[in-house]
């Protein structure tokens, strides 16, 4: 894996509160579990004197993590921060299973596959930067991101990870403006309360014409208890990104994909089993082939997730524009 050392992105760092720079806390070392440990760069604090996060303490560190929270605006609480190293708070169930198992239960995703080949062929100069919001679990079919030795990889997320250089929340990217040149949110935003608002912090911390890639669900259930907030039919994705030039766009899986969804919760609910459920995904893992015989406009309307790669743009996408956008397969009577 190829992720940017933290003291080489330190530079684009800031005040998630009021965007200022950092710099070292002469007070802190962290108050974090963990503080000080690890390869961290030590306490950080605003660099601005009226700033909230100028005073000690700041923000804490995490298993080397720096915590770049703005705690007061943020479901990440301070008094909680030890528990962000815990590996119980990454809950992609099918990781957990033996190898075979789990190319059943999650095979690998060759539409992200296609699309990240697609964003890092168009990523400019020697050493294009790439954040990943929400990367503490690499995302299935964008590993590419992490093997091109020319892309300098920073990924944030809520906990800590060998794939993040530090924590935040995506409501308030700690990182400066016109900073990256691209930025990869793989089912993030039905988890954030507010997408619309960590739209617009990518799109602030993107370079003009930087690049973006989303997945998002559309018709799955709620898979992380209280972190799952939303979900988006493919107008409603285009819209959220309307500050965006569209590259490419479609469902990532249709409605195979999704009745194994609904199957596995039925059976869930049915046996109150978990385990019951995901067995019975398994064991209807060829649903998911009946994607391949729905046509794109049908699918788009019984989509599990859409996916959108786009650019930056400044202007917005009128109403106009978005209600000729749609590409499903009902008539507009
Ligand atoms: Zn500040």
């Given at each position: 894996?190829?992720?940017?050392?933290?003291?080489?992105?330190?530079?684009?760092?800031v005040c998630p509160r009021c965007r200022a720079g950092l710099e070292?806390?002469?007070?802190?070392?962290?108050?974090?579990?963990?503080?000080?440990?690890?390869?961290?760069?030590?306490?950080?604090?605003?660099?601005?004197?009226?700033?909230?996060?100028?005073?000690?303490?700041?923000?804490?560190?995490?298993?080397?993590?720096?915590?770049?929270?703005?705690?007061?605006?943020?479901?990440?609480c301070r008094e909680a921060v030890a528990a962000l190293a815990s590996?119980?708070?990454?809950?992609?169930?099918?990781?957990?299973?033996?190898?075979?198992?789990?190319?059943?239960?999650?095979?690998?995703?060759?539409?992200?596959?296609?699309?990240?080949?697609?964003?890092?062929?168009?990523?400019?100069?020697?050493?294009?930067?790439?954040?990943?919001?929400?990367?503490?679990?690499?995302?299935?079919?964008?590993?590419?991101?992490?093997?091109?030795?020319?892309?300098?990889?920073?990924?944030?997320?809520?906990?800590?990870?060998?794939?993040?250089?530090?924590?935040?929340?995506?409501?308030?990217?700690?990182?400066?403006?016109?900073?990256?040149?691209?930025?990869?949110?793989?089912?993030?935003?039905?988890?954030?309360?507010?997408?619309?608002?960590?739209?617009?912090?990518?799109?602030?911390?993107?370079?003009?014409?930087?690049?973006?890639?989303?997945?998002?669900?559309?018709?799955?259930?709620?898979?992380?208890?209280?972190?799952?907030?939303?979900?988006?039919?493919?107008?409603?994705?285009?819209?959220?990104?309307?500050?965006?030039?569209?590259?490419?766009?479609?469902?990532?899986?249709?409605?195979?994909?999704?009745?194994?969804?609904?199957?596995?919760?039925?059976?869930?609910g049915l046996t109150r089993s978990a385990l019951a459920g995901r067995?019975?995904?398994?064991?209807?893992?060829?649903?998911?082939?009946?994607?391949?015989?729905?046509?794109?406009?049908?699918?788009?309307?019984?989509?599990?997730?859409?996916?959108?790669?786009?650019?930056?743009?400044?202007?917005?996408?009128?109403?106009?524009?978005?209600?000729?956008?749609?590409?499903?397969?009902?008539?507009?009577?």
């Amino acid at each position: 894996m190829v992720l940017a050392e933290l003291d080489v992105i330190r530079p684009l760092l800031v005040c998630p509160r009021c965007r200022a720079g950092l710099e070292a806390d002469p007070a802190g070392t962290g108050t974090g579990a963990g503080a000080g440990a690890g390869a961290g760069a030590g306490a950080l604090r605003c660099s601005a004197p009226d700033c909230a996060y100028h005073a000690s303490p700041a923000f804490p560190d995490v298993a080397g993590a720096p915590v770049l929270v703005d705690f007061e605006h943020s479901v990440v609480c301070r008094e909680a921060v030890a528990a962000l190293a815990s590996p119980a708070h990454v809950h992609r169930g099918a990781d957990a299973l033996p190898t075979p198992l789990r190319r059943i239960a999650k095979p690998p995703n060759q539409v992200a596959a296609v699309n990240i080949d697609l964003l890092l062929r168009a990523l400019p100069g020697p050493a294009p930067t790439l954040l990943v919001v929400g990367g503490a679990t690499v995302g299935n079919g964008v590993e590419a991101v992490y093997r091109d030795t020319r892309v300098r990889v920073i990924g944030f997320d809520i906990v800590t990870s060998p794939a993040t250089q530090f924590v935040a929340d995506a409501h308030r990217i700690p990182l400066r403006t016109s900073s990256v040149d691209a930025v990869l949110v793989q089912a993030v935003l039905e988890h954030v309360l507010d997408p619309a608002q960590v739209v617009a912090e990518i799109h602030r911390v993107l370079r003009d014409d930087g690049l973006v890639y989303a997945e998002t669900p559309f018709l799955q259930q709620v898979h992380a208890g209280a972190h799952d907030f939303t979900r988006f039919t493919a107008s409603g994705h285009r819209y959220l990104f309307r500050r965006f030039e569209e590259l490419a766009a479609g469902p990532v899986a249709g409605p195979g994909t999704q009745m194994l969804w609904s199957v596995d919760h039925l059976v869930r609910g049915l046996t109150r089993s978990a385990l019951a459920g995901r067995a019975t995904r398994a064991a209807l893992f060829w649903l998911r082939g009946l994607d391949h015989l729905v046509p794109p406009d049908f699918a788009q309307d019984d989509a599990s997730a859409v996916y959108f790669l786009g650019r930056r743009r400044d202007r917005e996408m009128t109403e106009e524009e978005i209600i000729a956008y749609y590409r499903g397969a009902q008539g507009s009577s």
